[in-house]
């Protein structure tokens, strides 16, 4: 009797490979842009429905509009055959390389759209109205970054920086924005797209970013988003558009951020700073990364002690910039939910002491850092609306004009520091 063997580890290895890693298993999506018909459709079916040429076309009921458009759904064009190909473990398990890249961009006739998949599935599509493109060509235009985030007056905006990375002149380049809940006066549903397959959107670029891009030239763009409130993460594509060495183009760029949050930012600070510089004639401030680095210092130590005013600025002026410590001021502001001019004018009418510091000549940068910490809030018949100078007790201070002062377990505090 011959004894059975196992079979050798190679032998195994080789099955193994075969069902995990071969790509054998082919796959295909047939894809239909949404009535892209014939070139010449409209005209024939112009002609068979009414024996009127298309550009003086008169439909005498419904039924004769319906019978048109019947007729123009024969000229479809055929659909694209999106192939791709997996492993037999993806198939029966579902685990693996999917077959299919999670974007792809498809071309019928002289339409086009960007077909989003995930797995073997097209699950969501957008026309991109660009013909005869490459999709993602090398070396010829690059996202910087890209970013969504509130502005000063509770908006989202997308913002986006592009640089021509070819050889040649670039033409009509144009940033859009895709996959954002809060875009969606961006794209259109595609009236007439069929029950199944993708959800069909028609995508219209942005804002155009620069109508002749130079080699090694940038441009950046913003685009209004609209209002609302996300969360989590966003997923989305920066999309680009244009022409470069007489070859159309459409690149995009997946981009993963955490949902920005509305209240005091970047965007908010600068338009403050911005209104500041108006009030002074025209003398304006710049932001400065050392005082931001210093700002950052002092929300840890003044927040460490929120009853206390201005608590610690001495000591950490003093460690940071040694003699130089005399140069420099620091404002502590609680804005609340006031956009950035409203806020202005309240500093300007309640806070003489901060608006003098702020209108001083003698400052000309600036840096800031927001953050969360206790706040102690005074009621608003107070009949005085500020501290007068650093090391007072708060409610102590408040109370002495009868005022009543309340806790707050956590409030945003702006702090602004003021240098030469």
């Not at 037999?88 to 002289?110: C, E, H, K």
């Not at 060509?137 to 986006?160: M, W």
């Not at 209104?275 to 680095?293: H, I, M, P, W, Y």
């Not at 003698?362 to 706040?375: D, E, K, L, N, S």
Request: with cysteine; proline share 7%.
């Amino acid at each position: 009797m011959v004894p059975k063997k196992w079979l050798a580890a190679p032998a195994l290895a080789i099955i193994a490979g075969f069902f995990f890693l071969a790509p054998v298993v082919p796959y295909s999506a047939a894809i239909s842009i949404p009535q892209n018909y014939a070139p010449d459709a409209s005209q024939i079916c112009a002609l068979q429905v009414t024996g009127q040429n298309l550009t003086g076309i008169r439909f005498n009921s419904t039924a004769q509009f319906d019978e048109y458009t019947a007729c123009l759904n024969q000229h479809l064009l055929p659909p694209t055959e999106v192939t791709g190909s997996s492993t037999l473990a993806y198939r029966l398990l579902g685990v693996g390389t999917p077959p299919f890249p999670s974007q792809v961009y498809v071309t019928q006739g002289d339409e086009s759209a960007l077909v989003l998949f995930q797995g073997s599935r097209a699950v969501t599509a957008y026309e991109v109205f660009v013909t005869n493109a490459t999709y993602n060509p090398k070396d010829t235009i690059e996202v910087l970054n890209s970013t969504v985030q509130y502005t000063g007056y509770g908006d989202l905006v997308f913002t986006a920086a592009v640089k021509n990375v070819s050889p040649y002149n670039m033409t009509n380049v144009g940033v859009g924005v895709i996959g954002l809940p809060a875009s969606s006066f961006l794209v259109f549903p595609v009236s007439g797209a069929p029950a199944t397959g993708p959800r069909w959107y028609q995508n219209y670029l942005g804002s155009e970013c620069s109508p002749i891009l130079l080699p090694g030239g940038m441009c950046k763009t913003g685009i209004l988003l609209g209002t609302g409130n996300l969360t989590g993460m966003l997923d989305y594509l920066a999309l680009v558009t244009g022409k470069a060495g007489g070859t159309s183009f459409v690149y995009g760029k997946s981009v993963s951020q955490a949902a920005p949050q509305p209240g005091v930012n970047q965007a908010w600070v600068a338009m403050l700073m911005g209104k500041v510089s108006q009030a002074r004639n025209g003398s304006a401030f710049t932001e400065n990364s050392t005082l931001d680095r210093f700002a950052a210092t002092r929300f840890s130590t003044a927040s460490s002690m929120p009853g206390i005013s201005d608590y610690g600025f001495a000591s950490d002026a003093a460690a940071y910039f040694g003699e130089g410590a005399g140069s420099v001021t620091d404002l502590l502001l609680f804005p609340g939910s006031a956009s950035p001019y409203q806020y202005a004018g309240e500093l300007q009418a309640n806070a003489p002491h901060h608006w003098a510091l702020l209108m001083d000549p003698g400052y000309t940068q600036y840096g800031y850092f927001v953050g969360t910490a206790p706040y102690y809030s005074v009621s608003a018949d107070c009949p005085v609306t500020e501290v007068p100078s650093g090391g007072v007790n708060i409610t102590q201070y408040f109370q002495s004009y009868g005022c009543t002062v309340t806790a707050l377990p956590s409030a945003t505090w702006l702090v602004i520091v003021l240098g030469p």
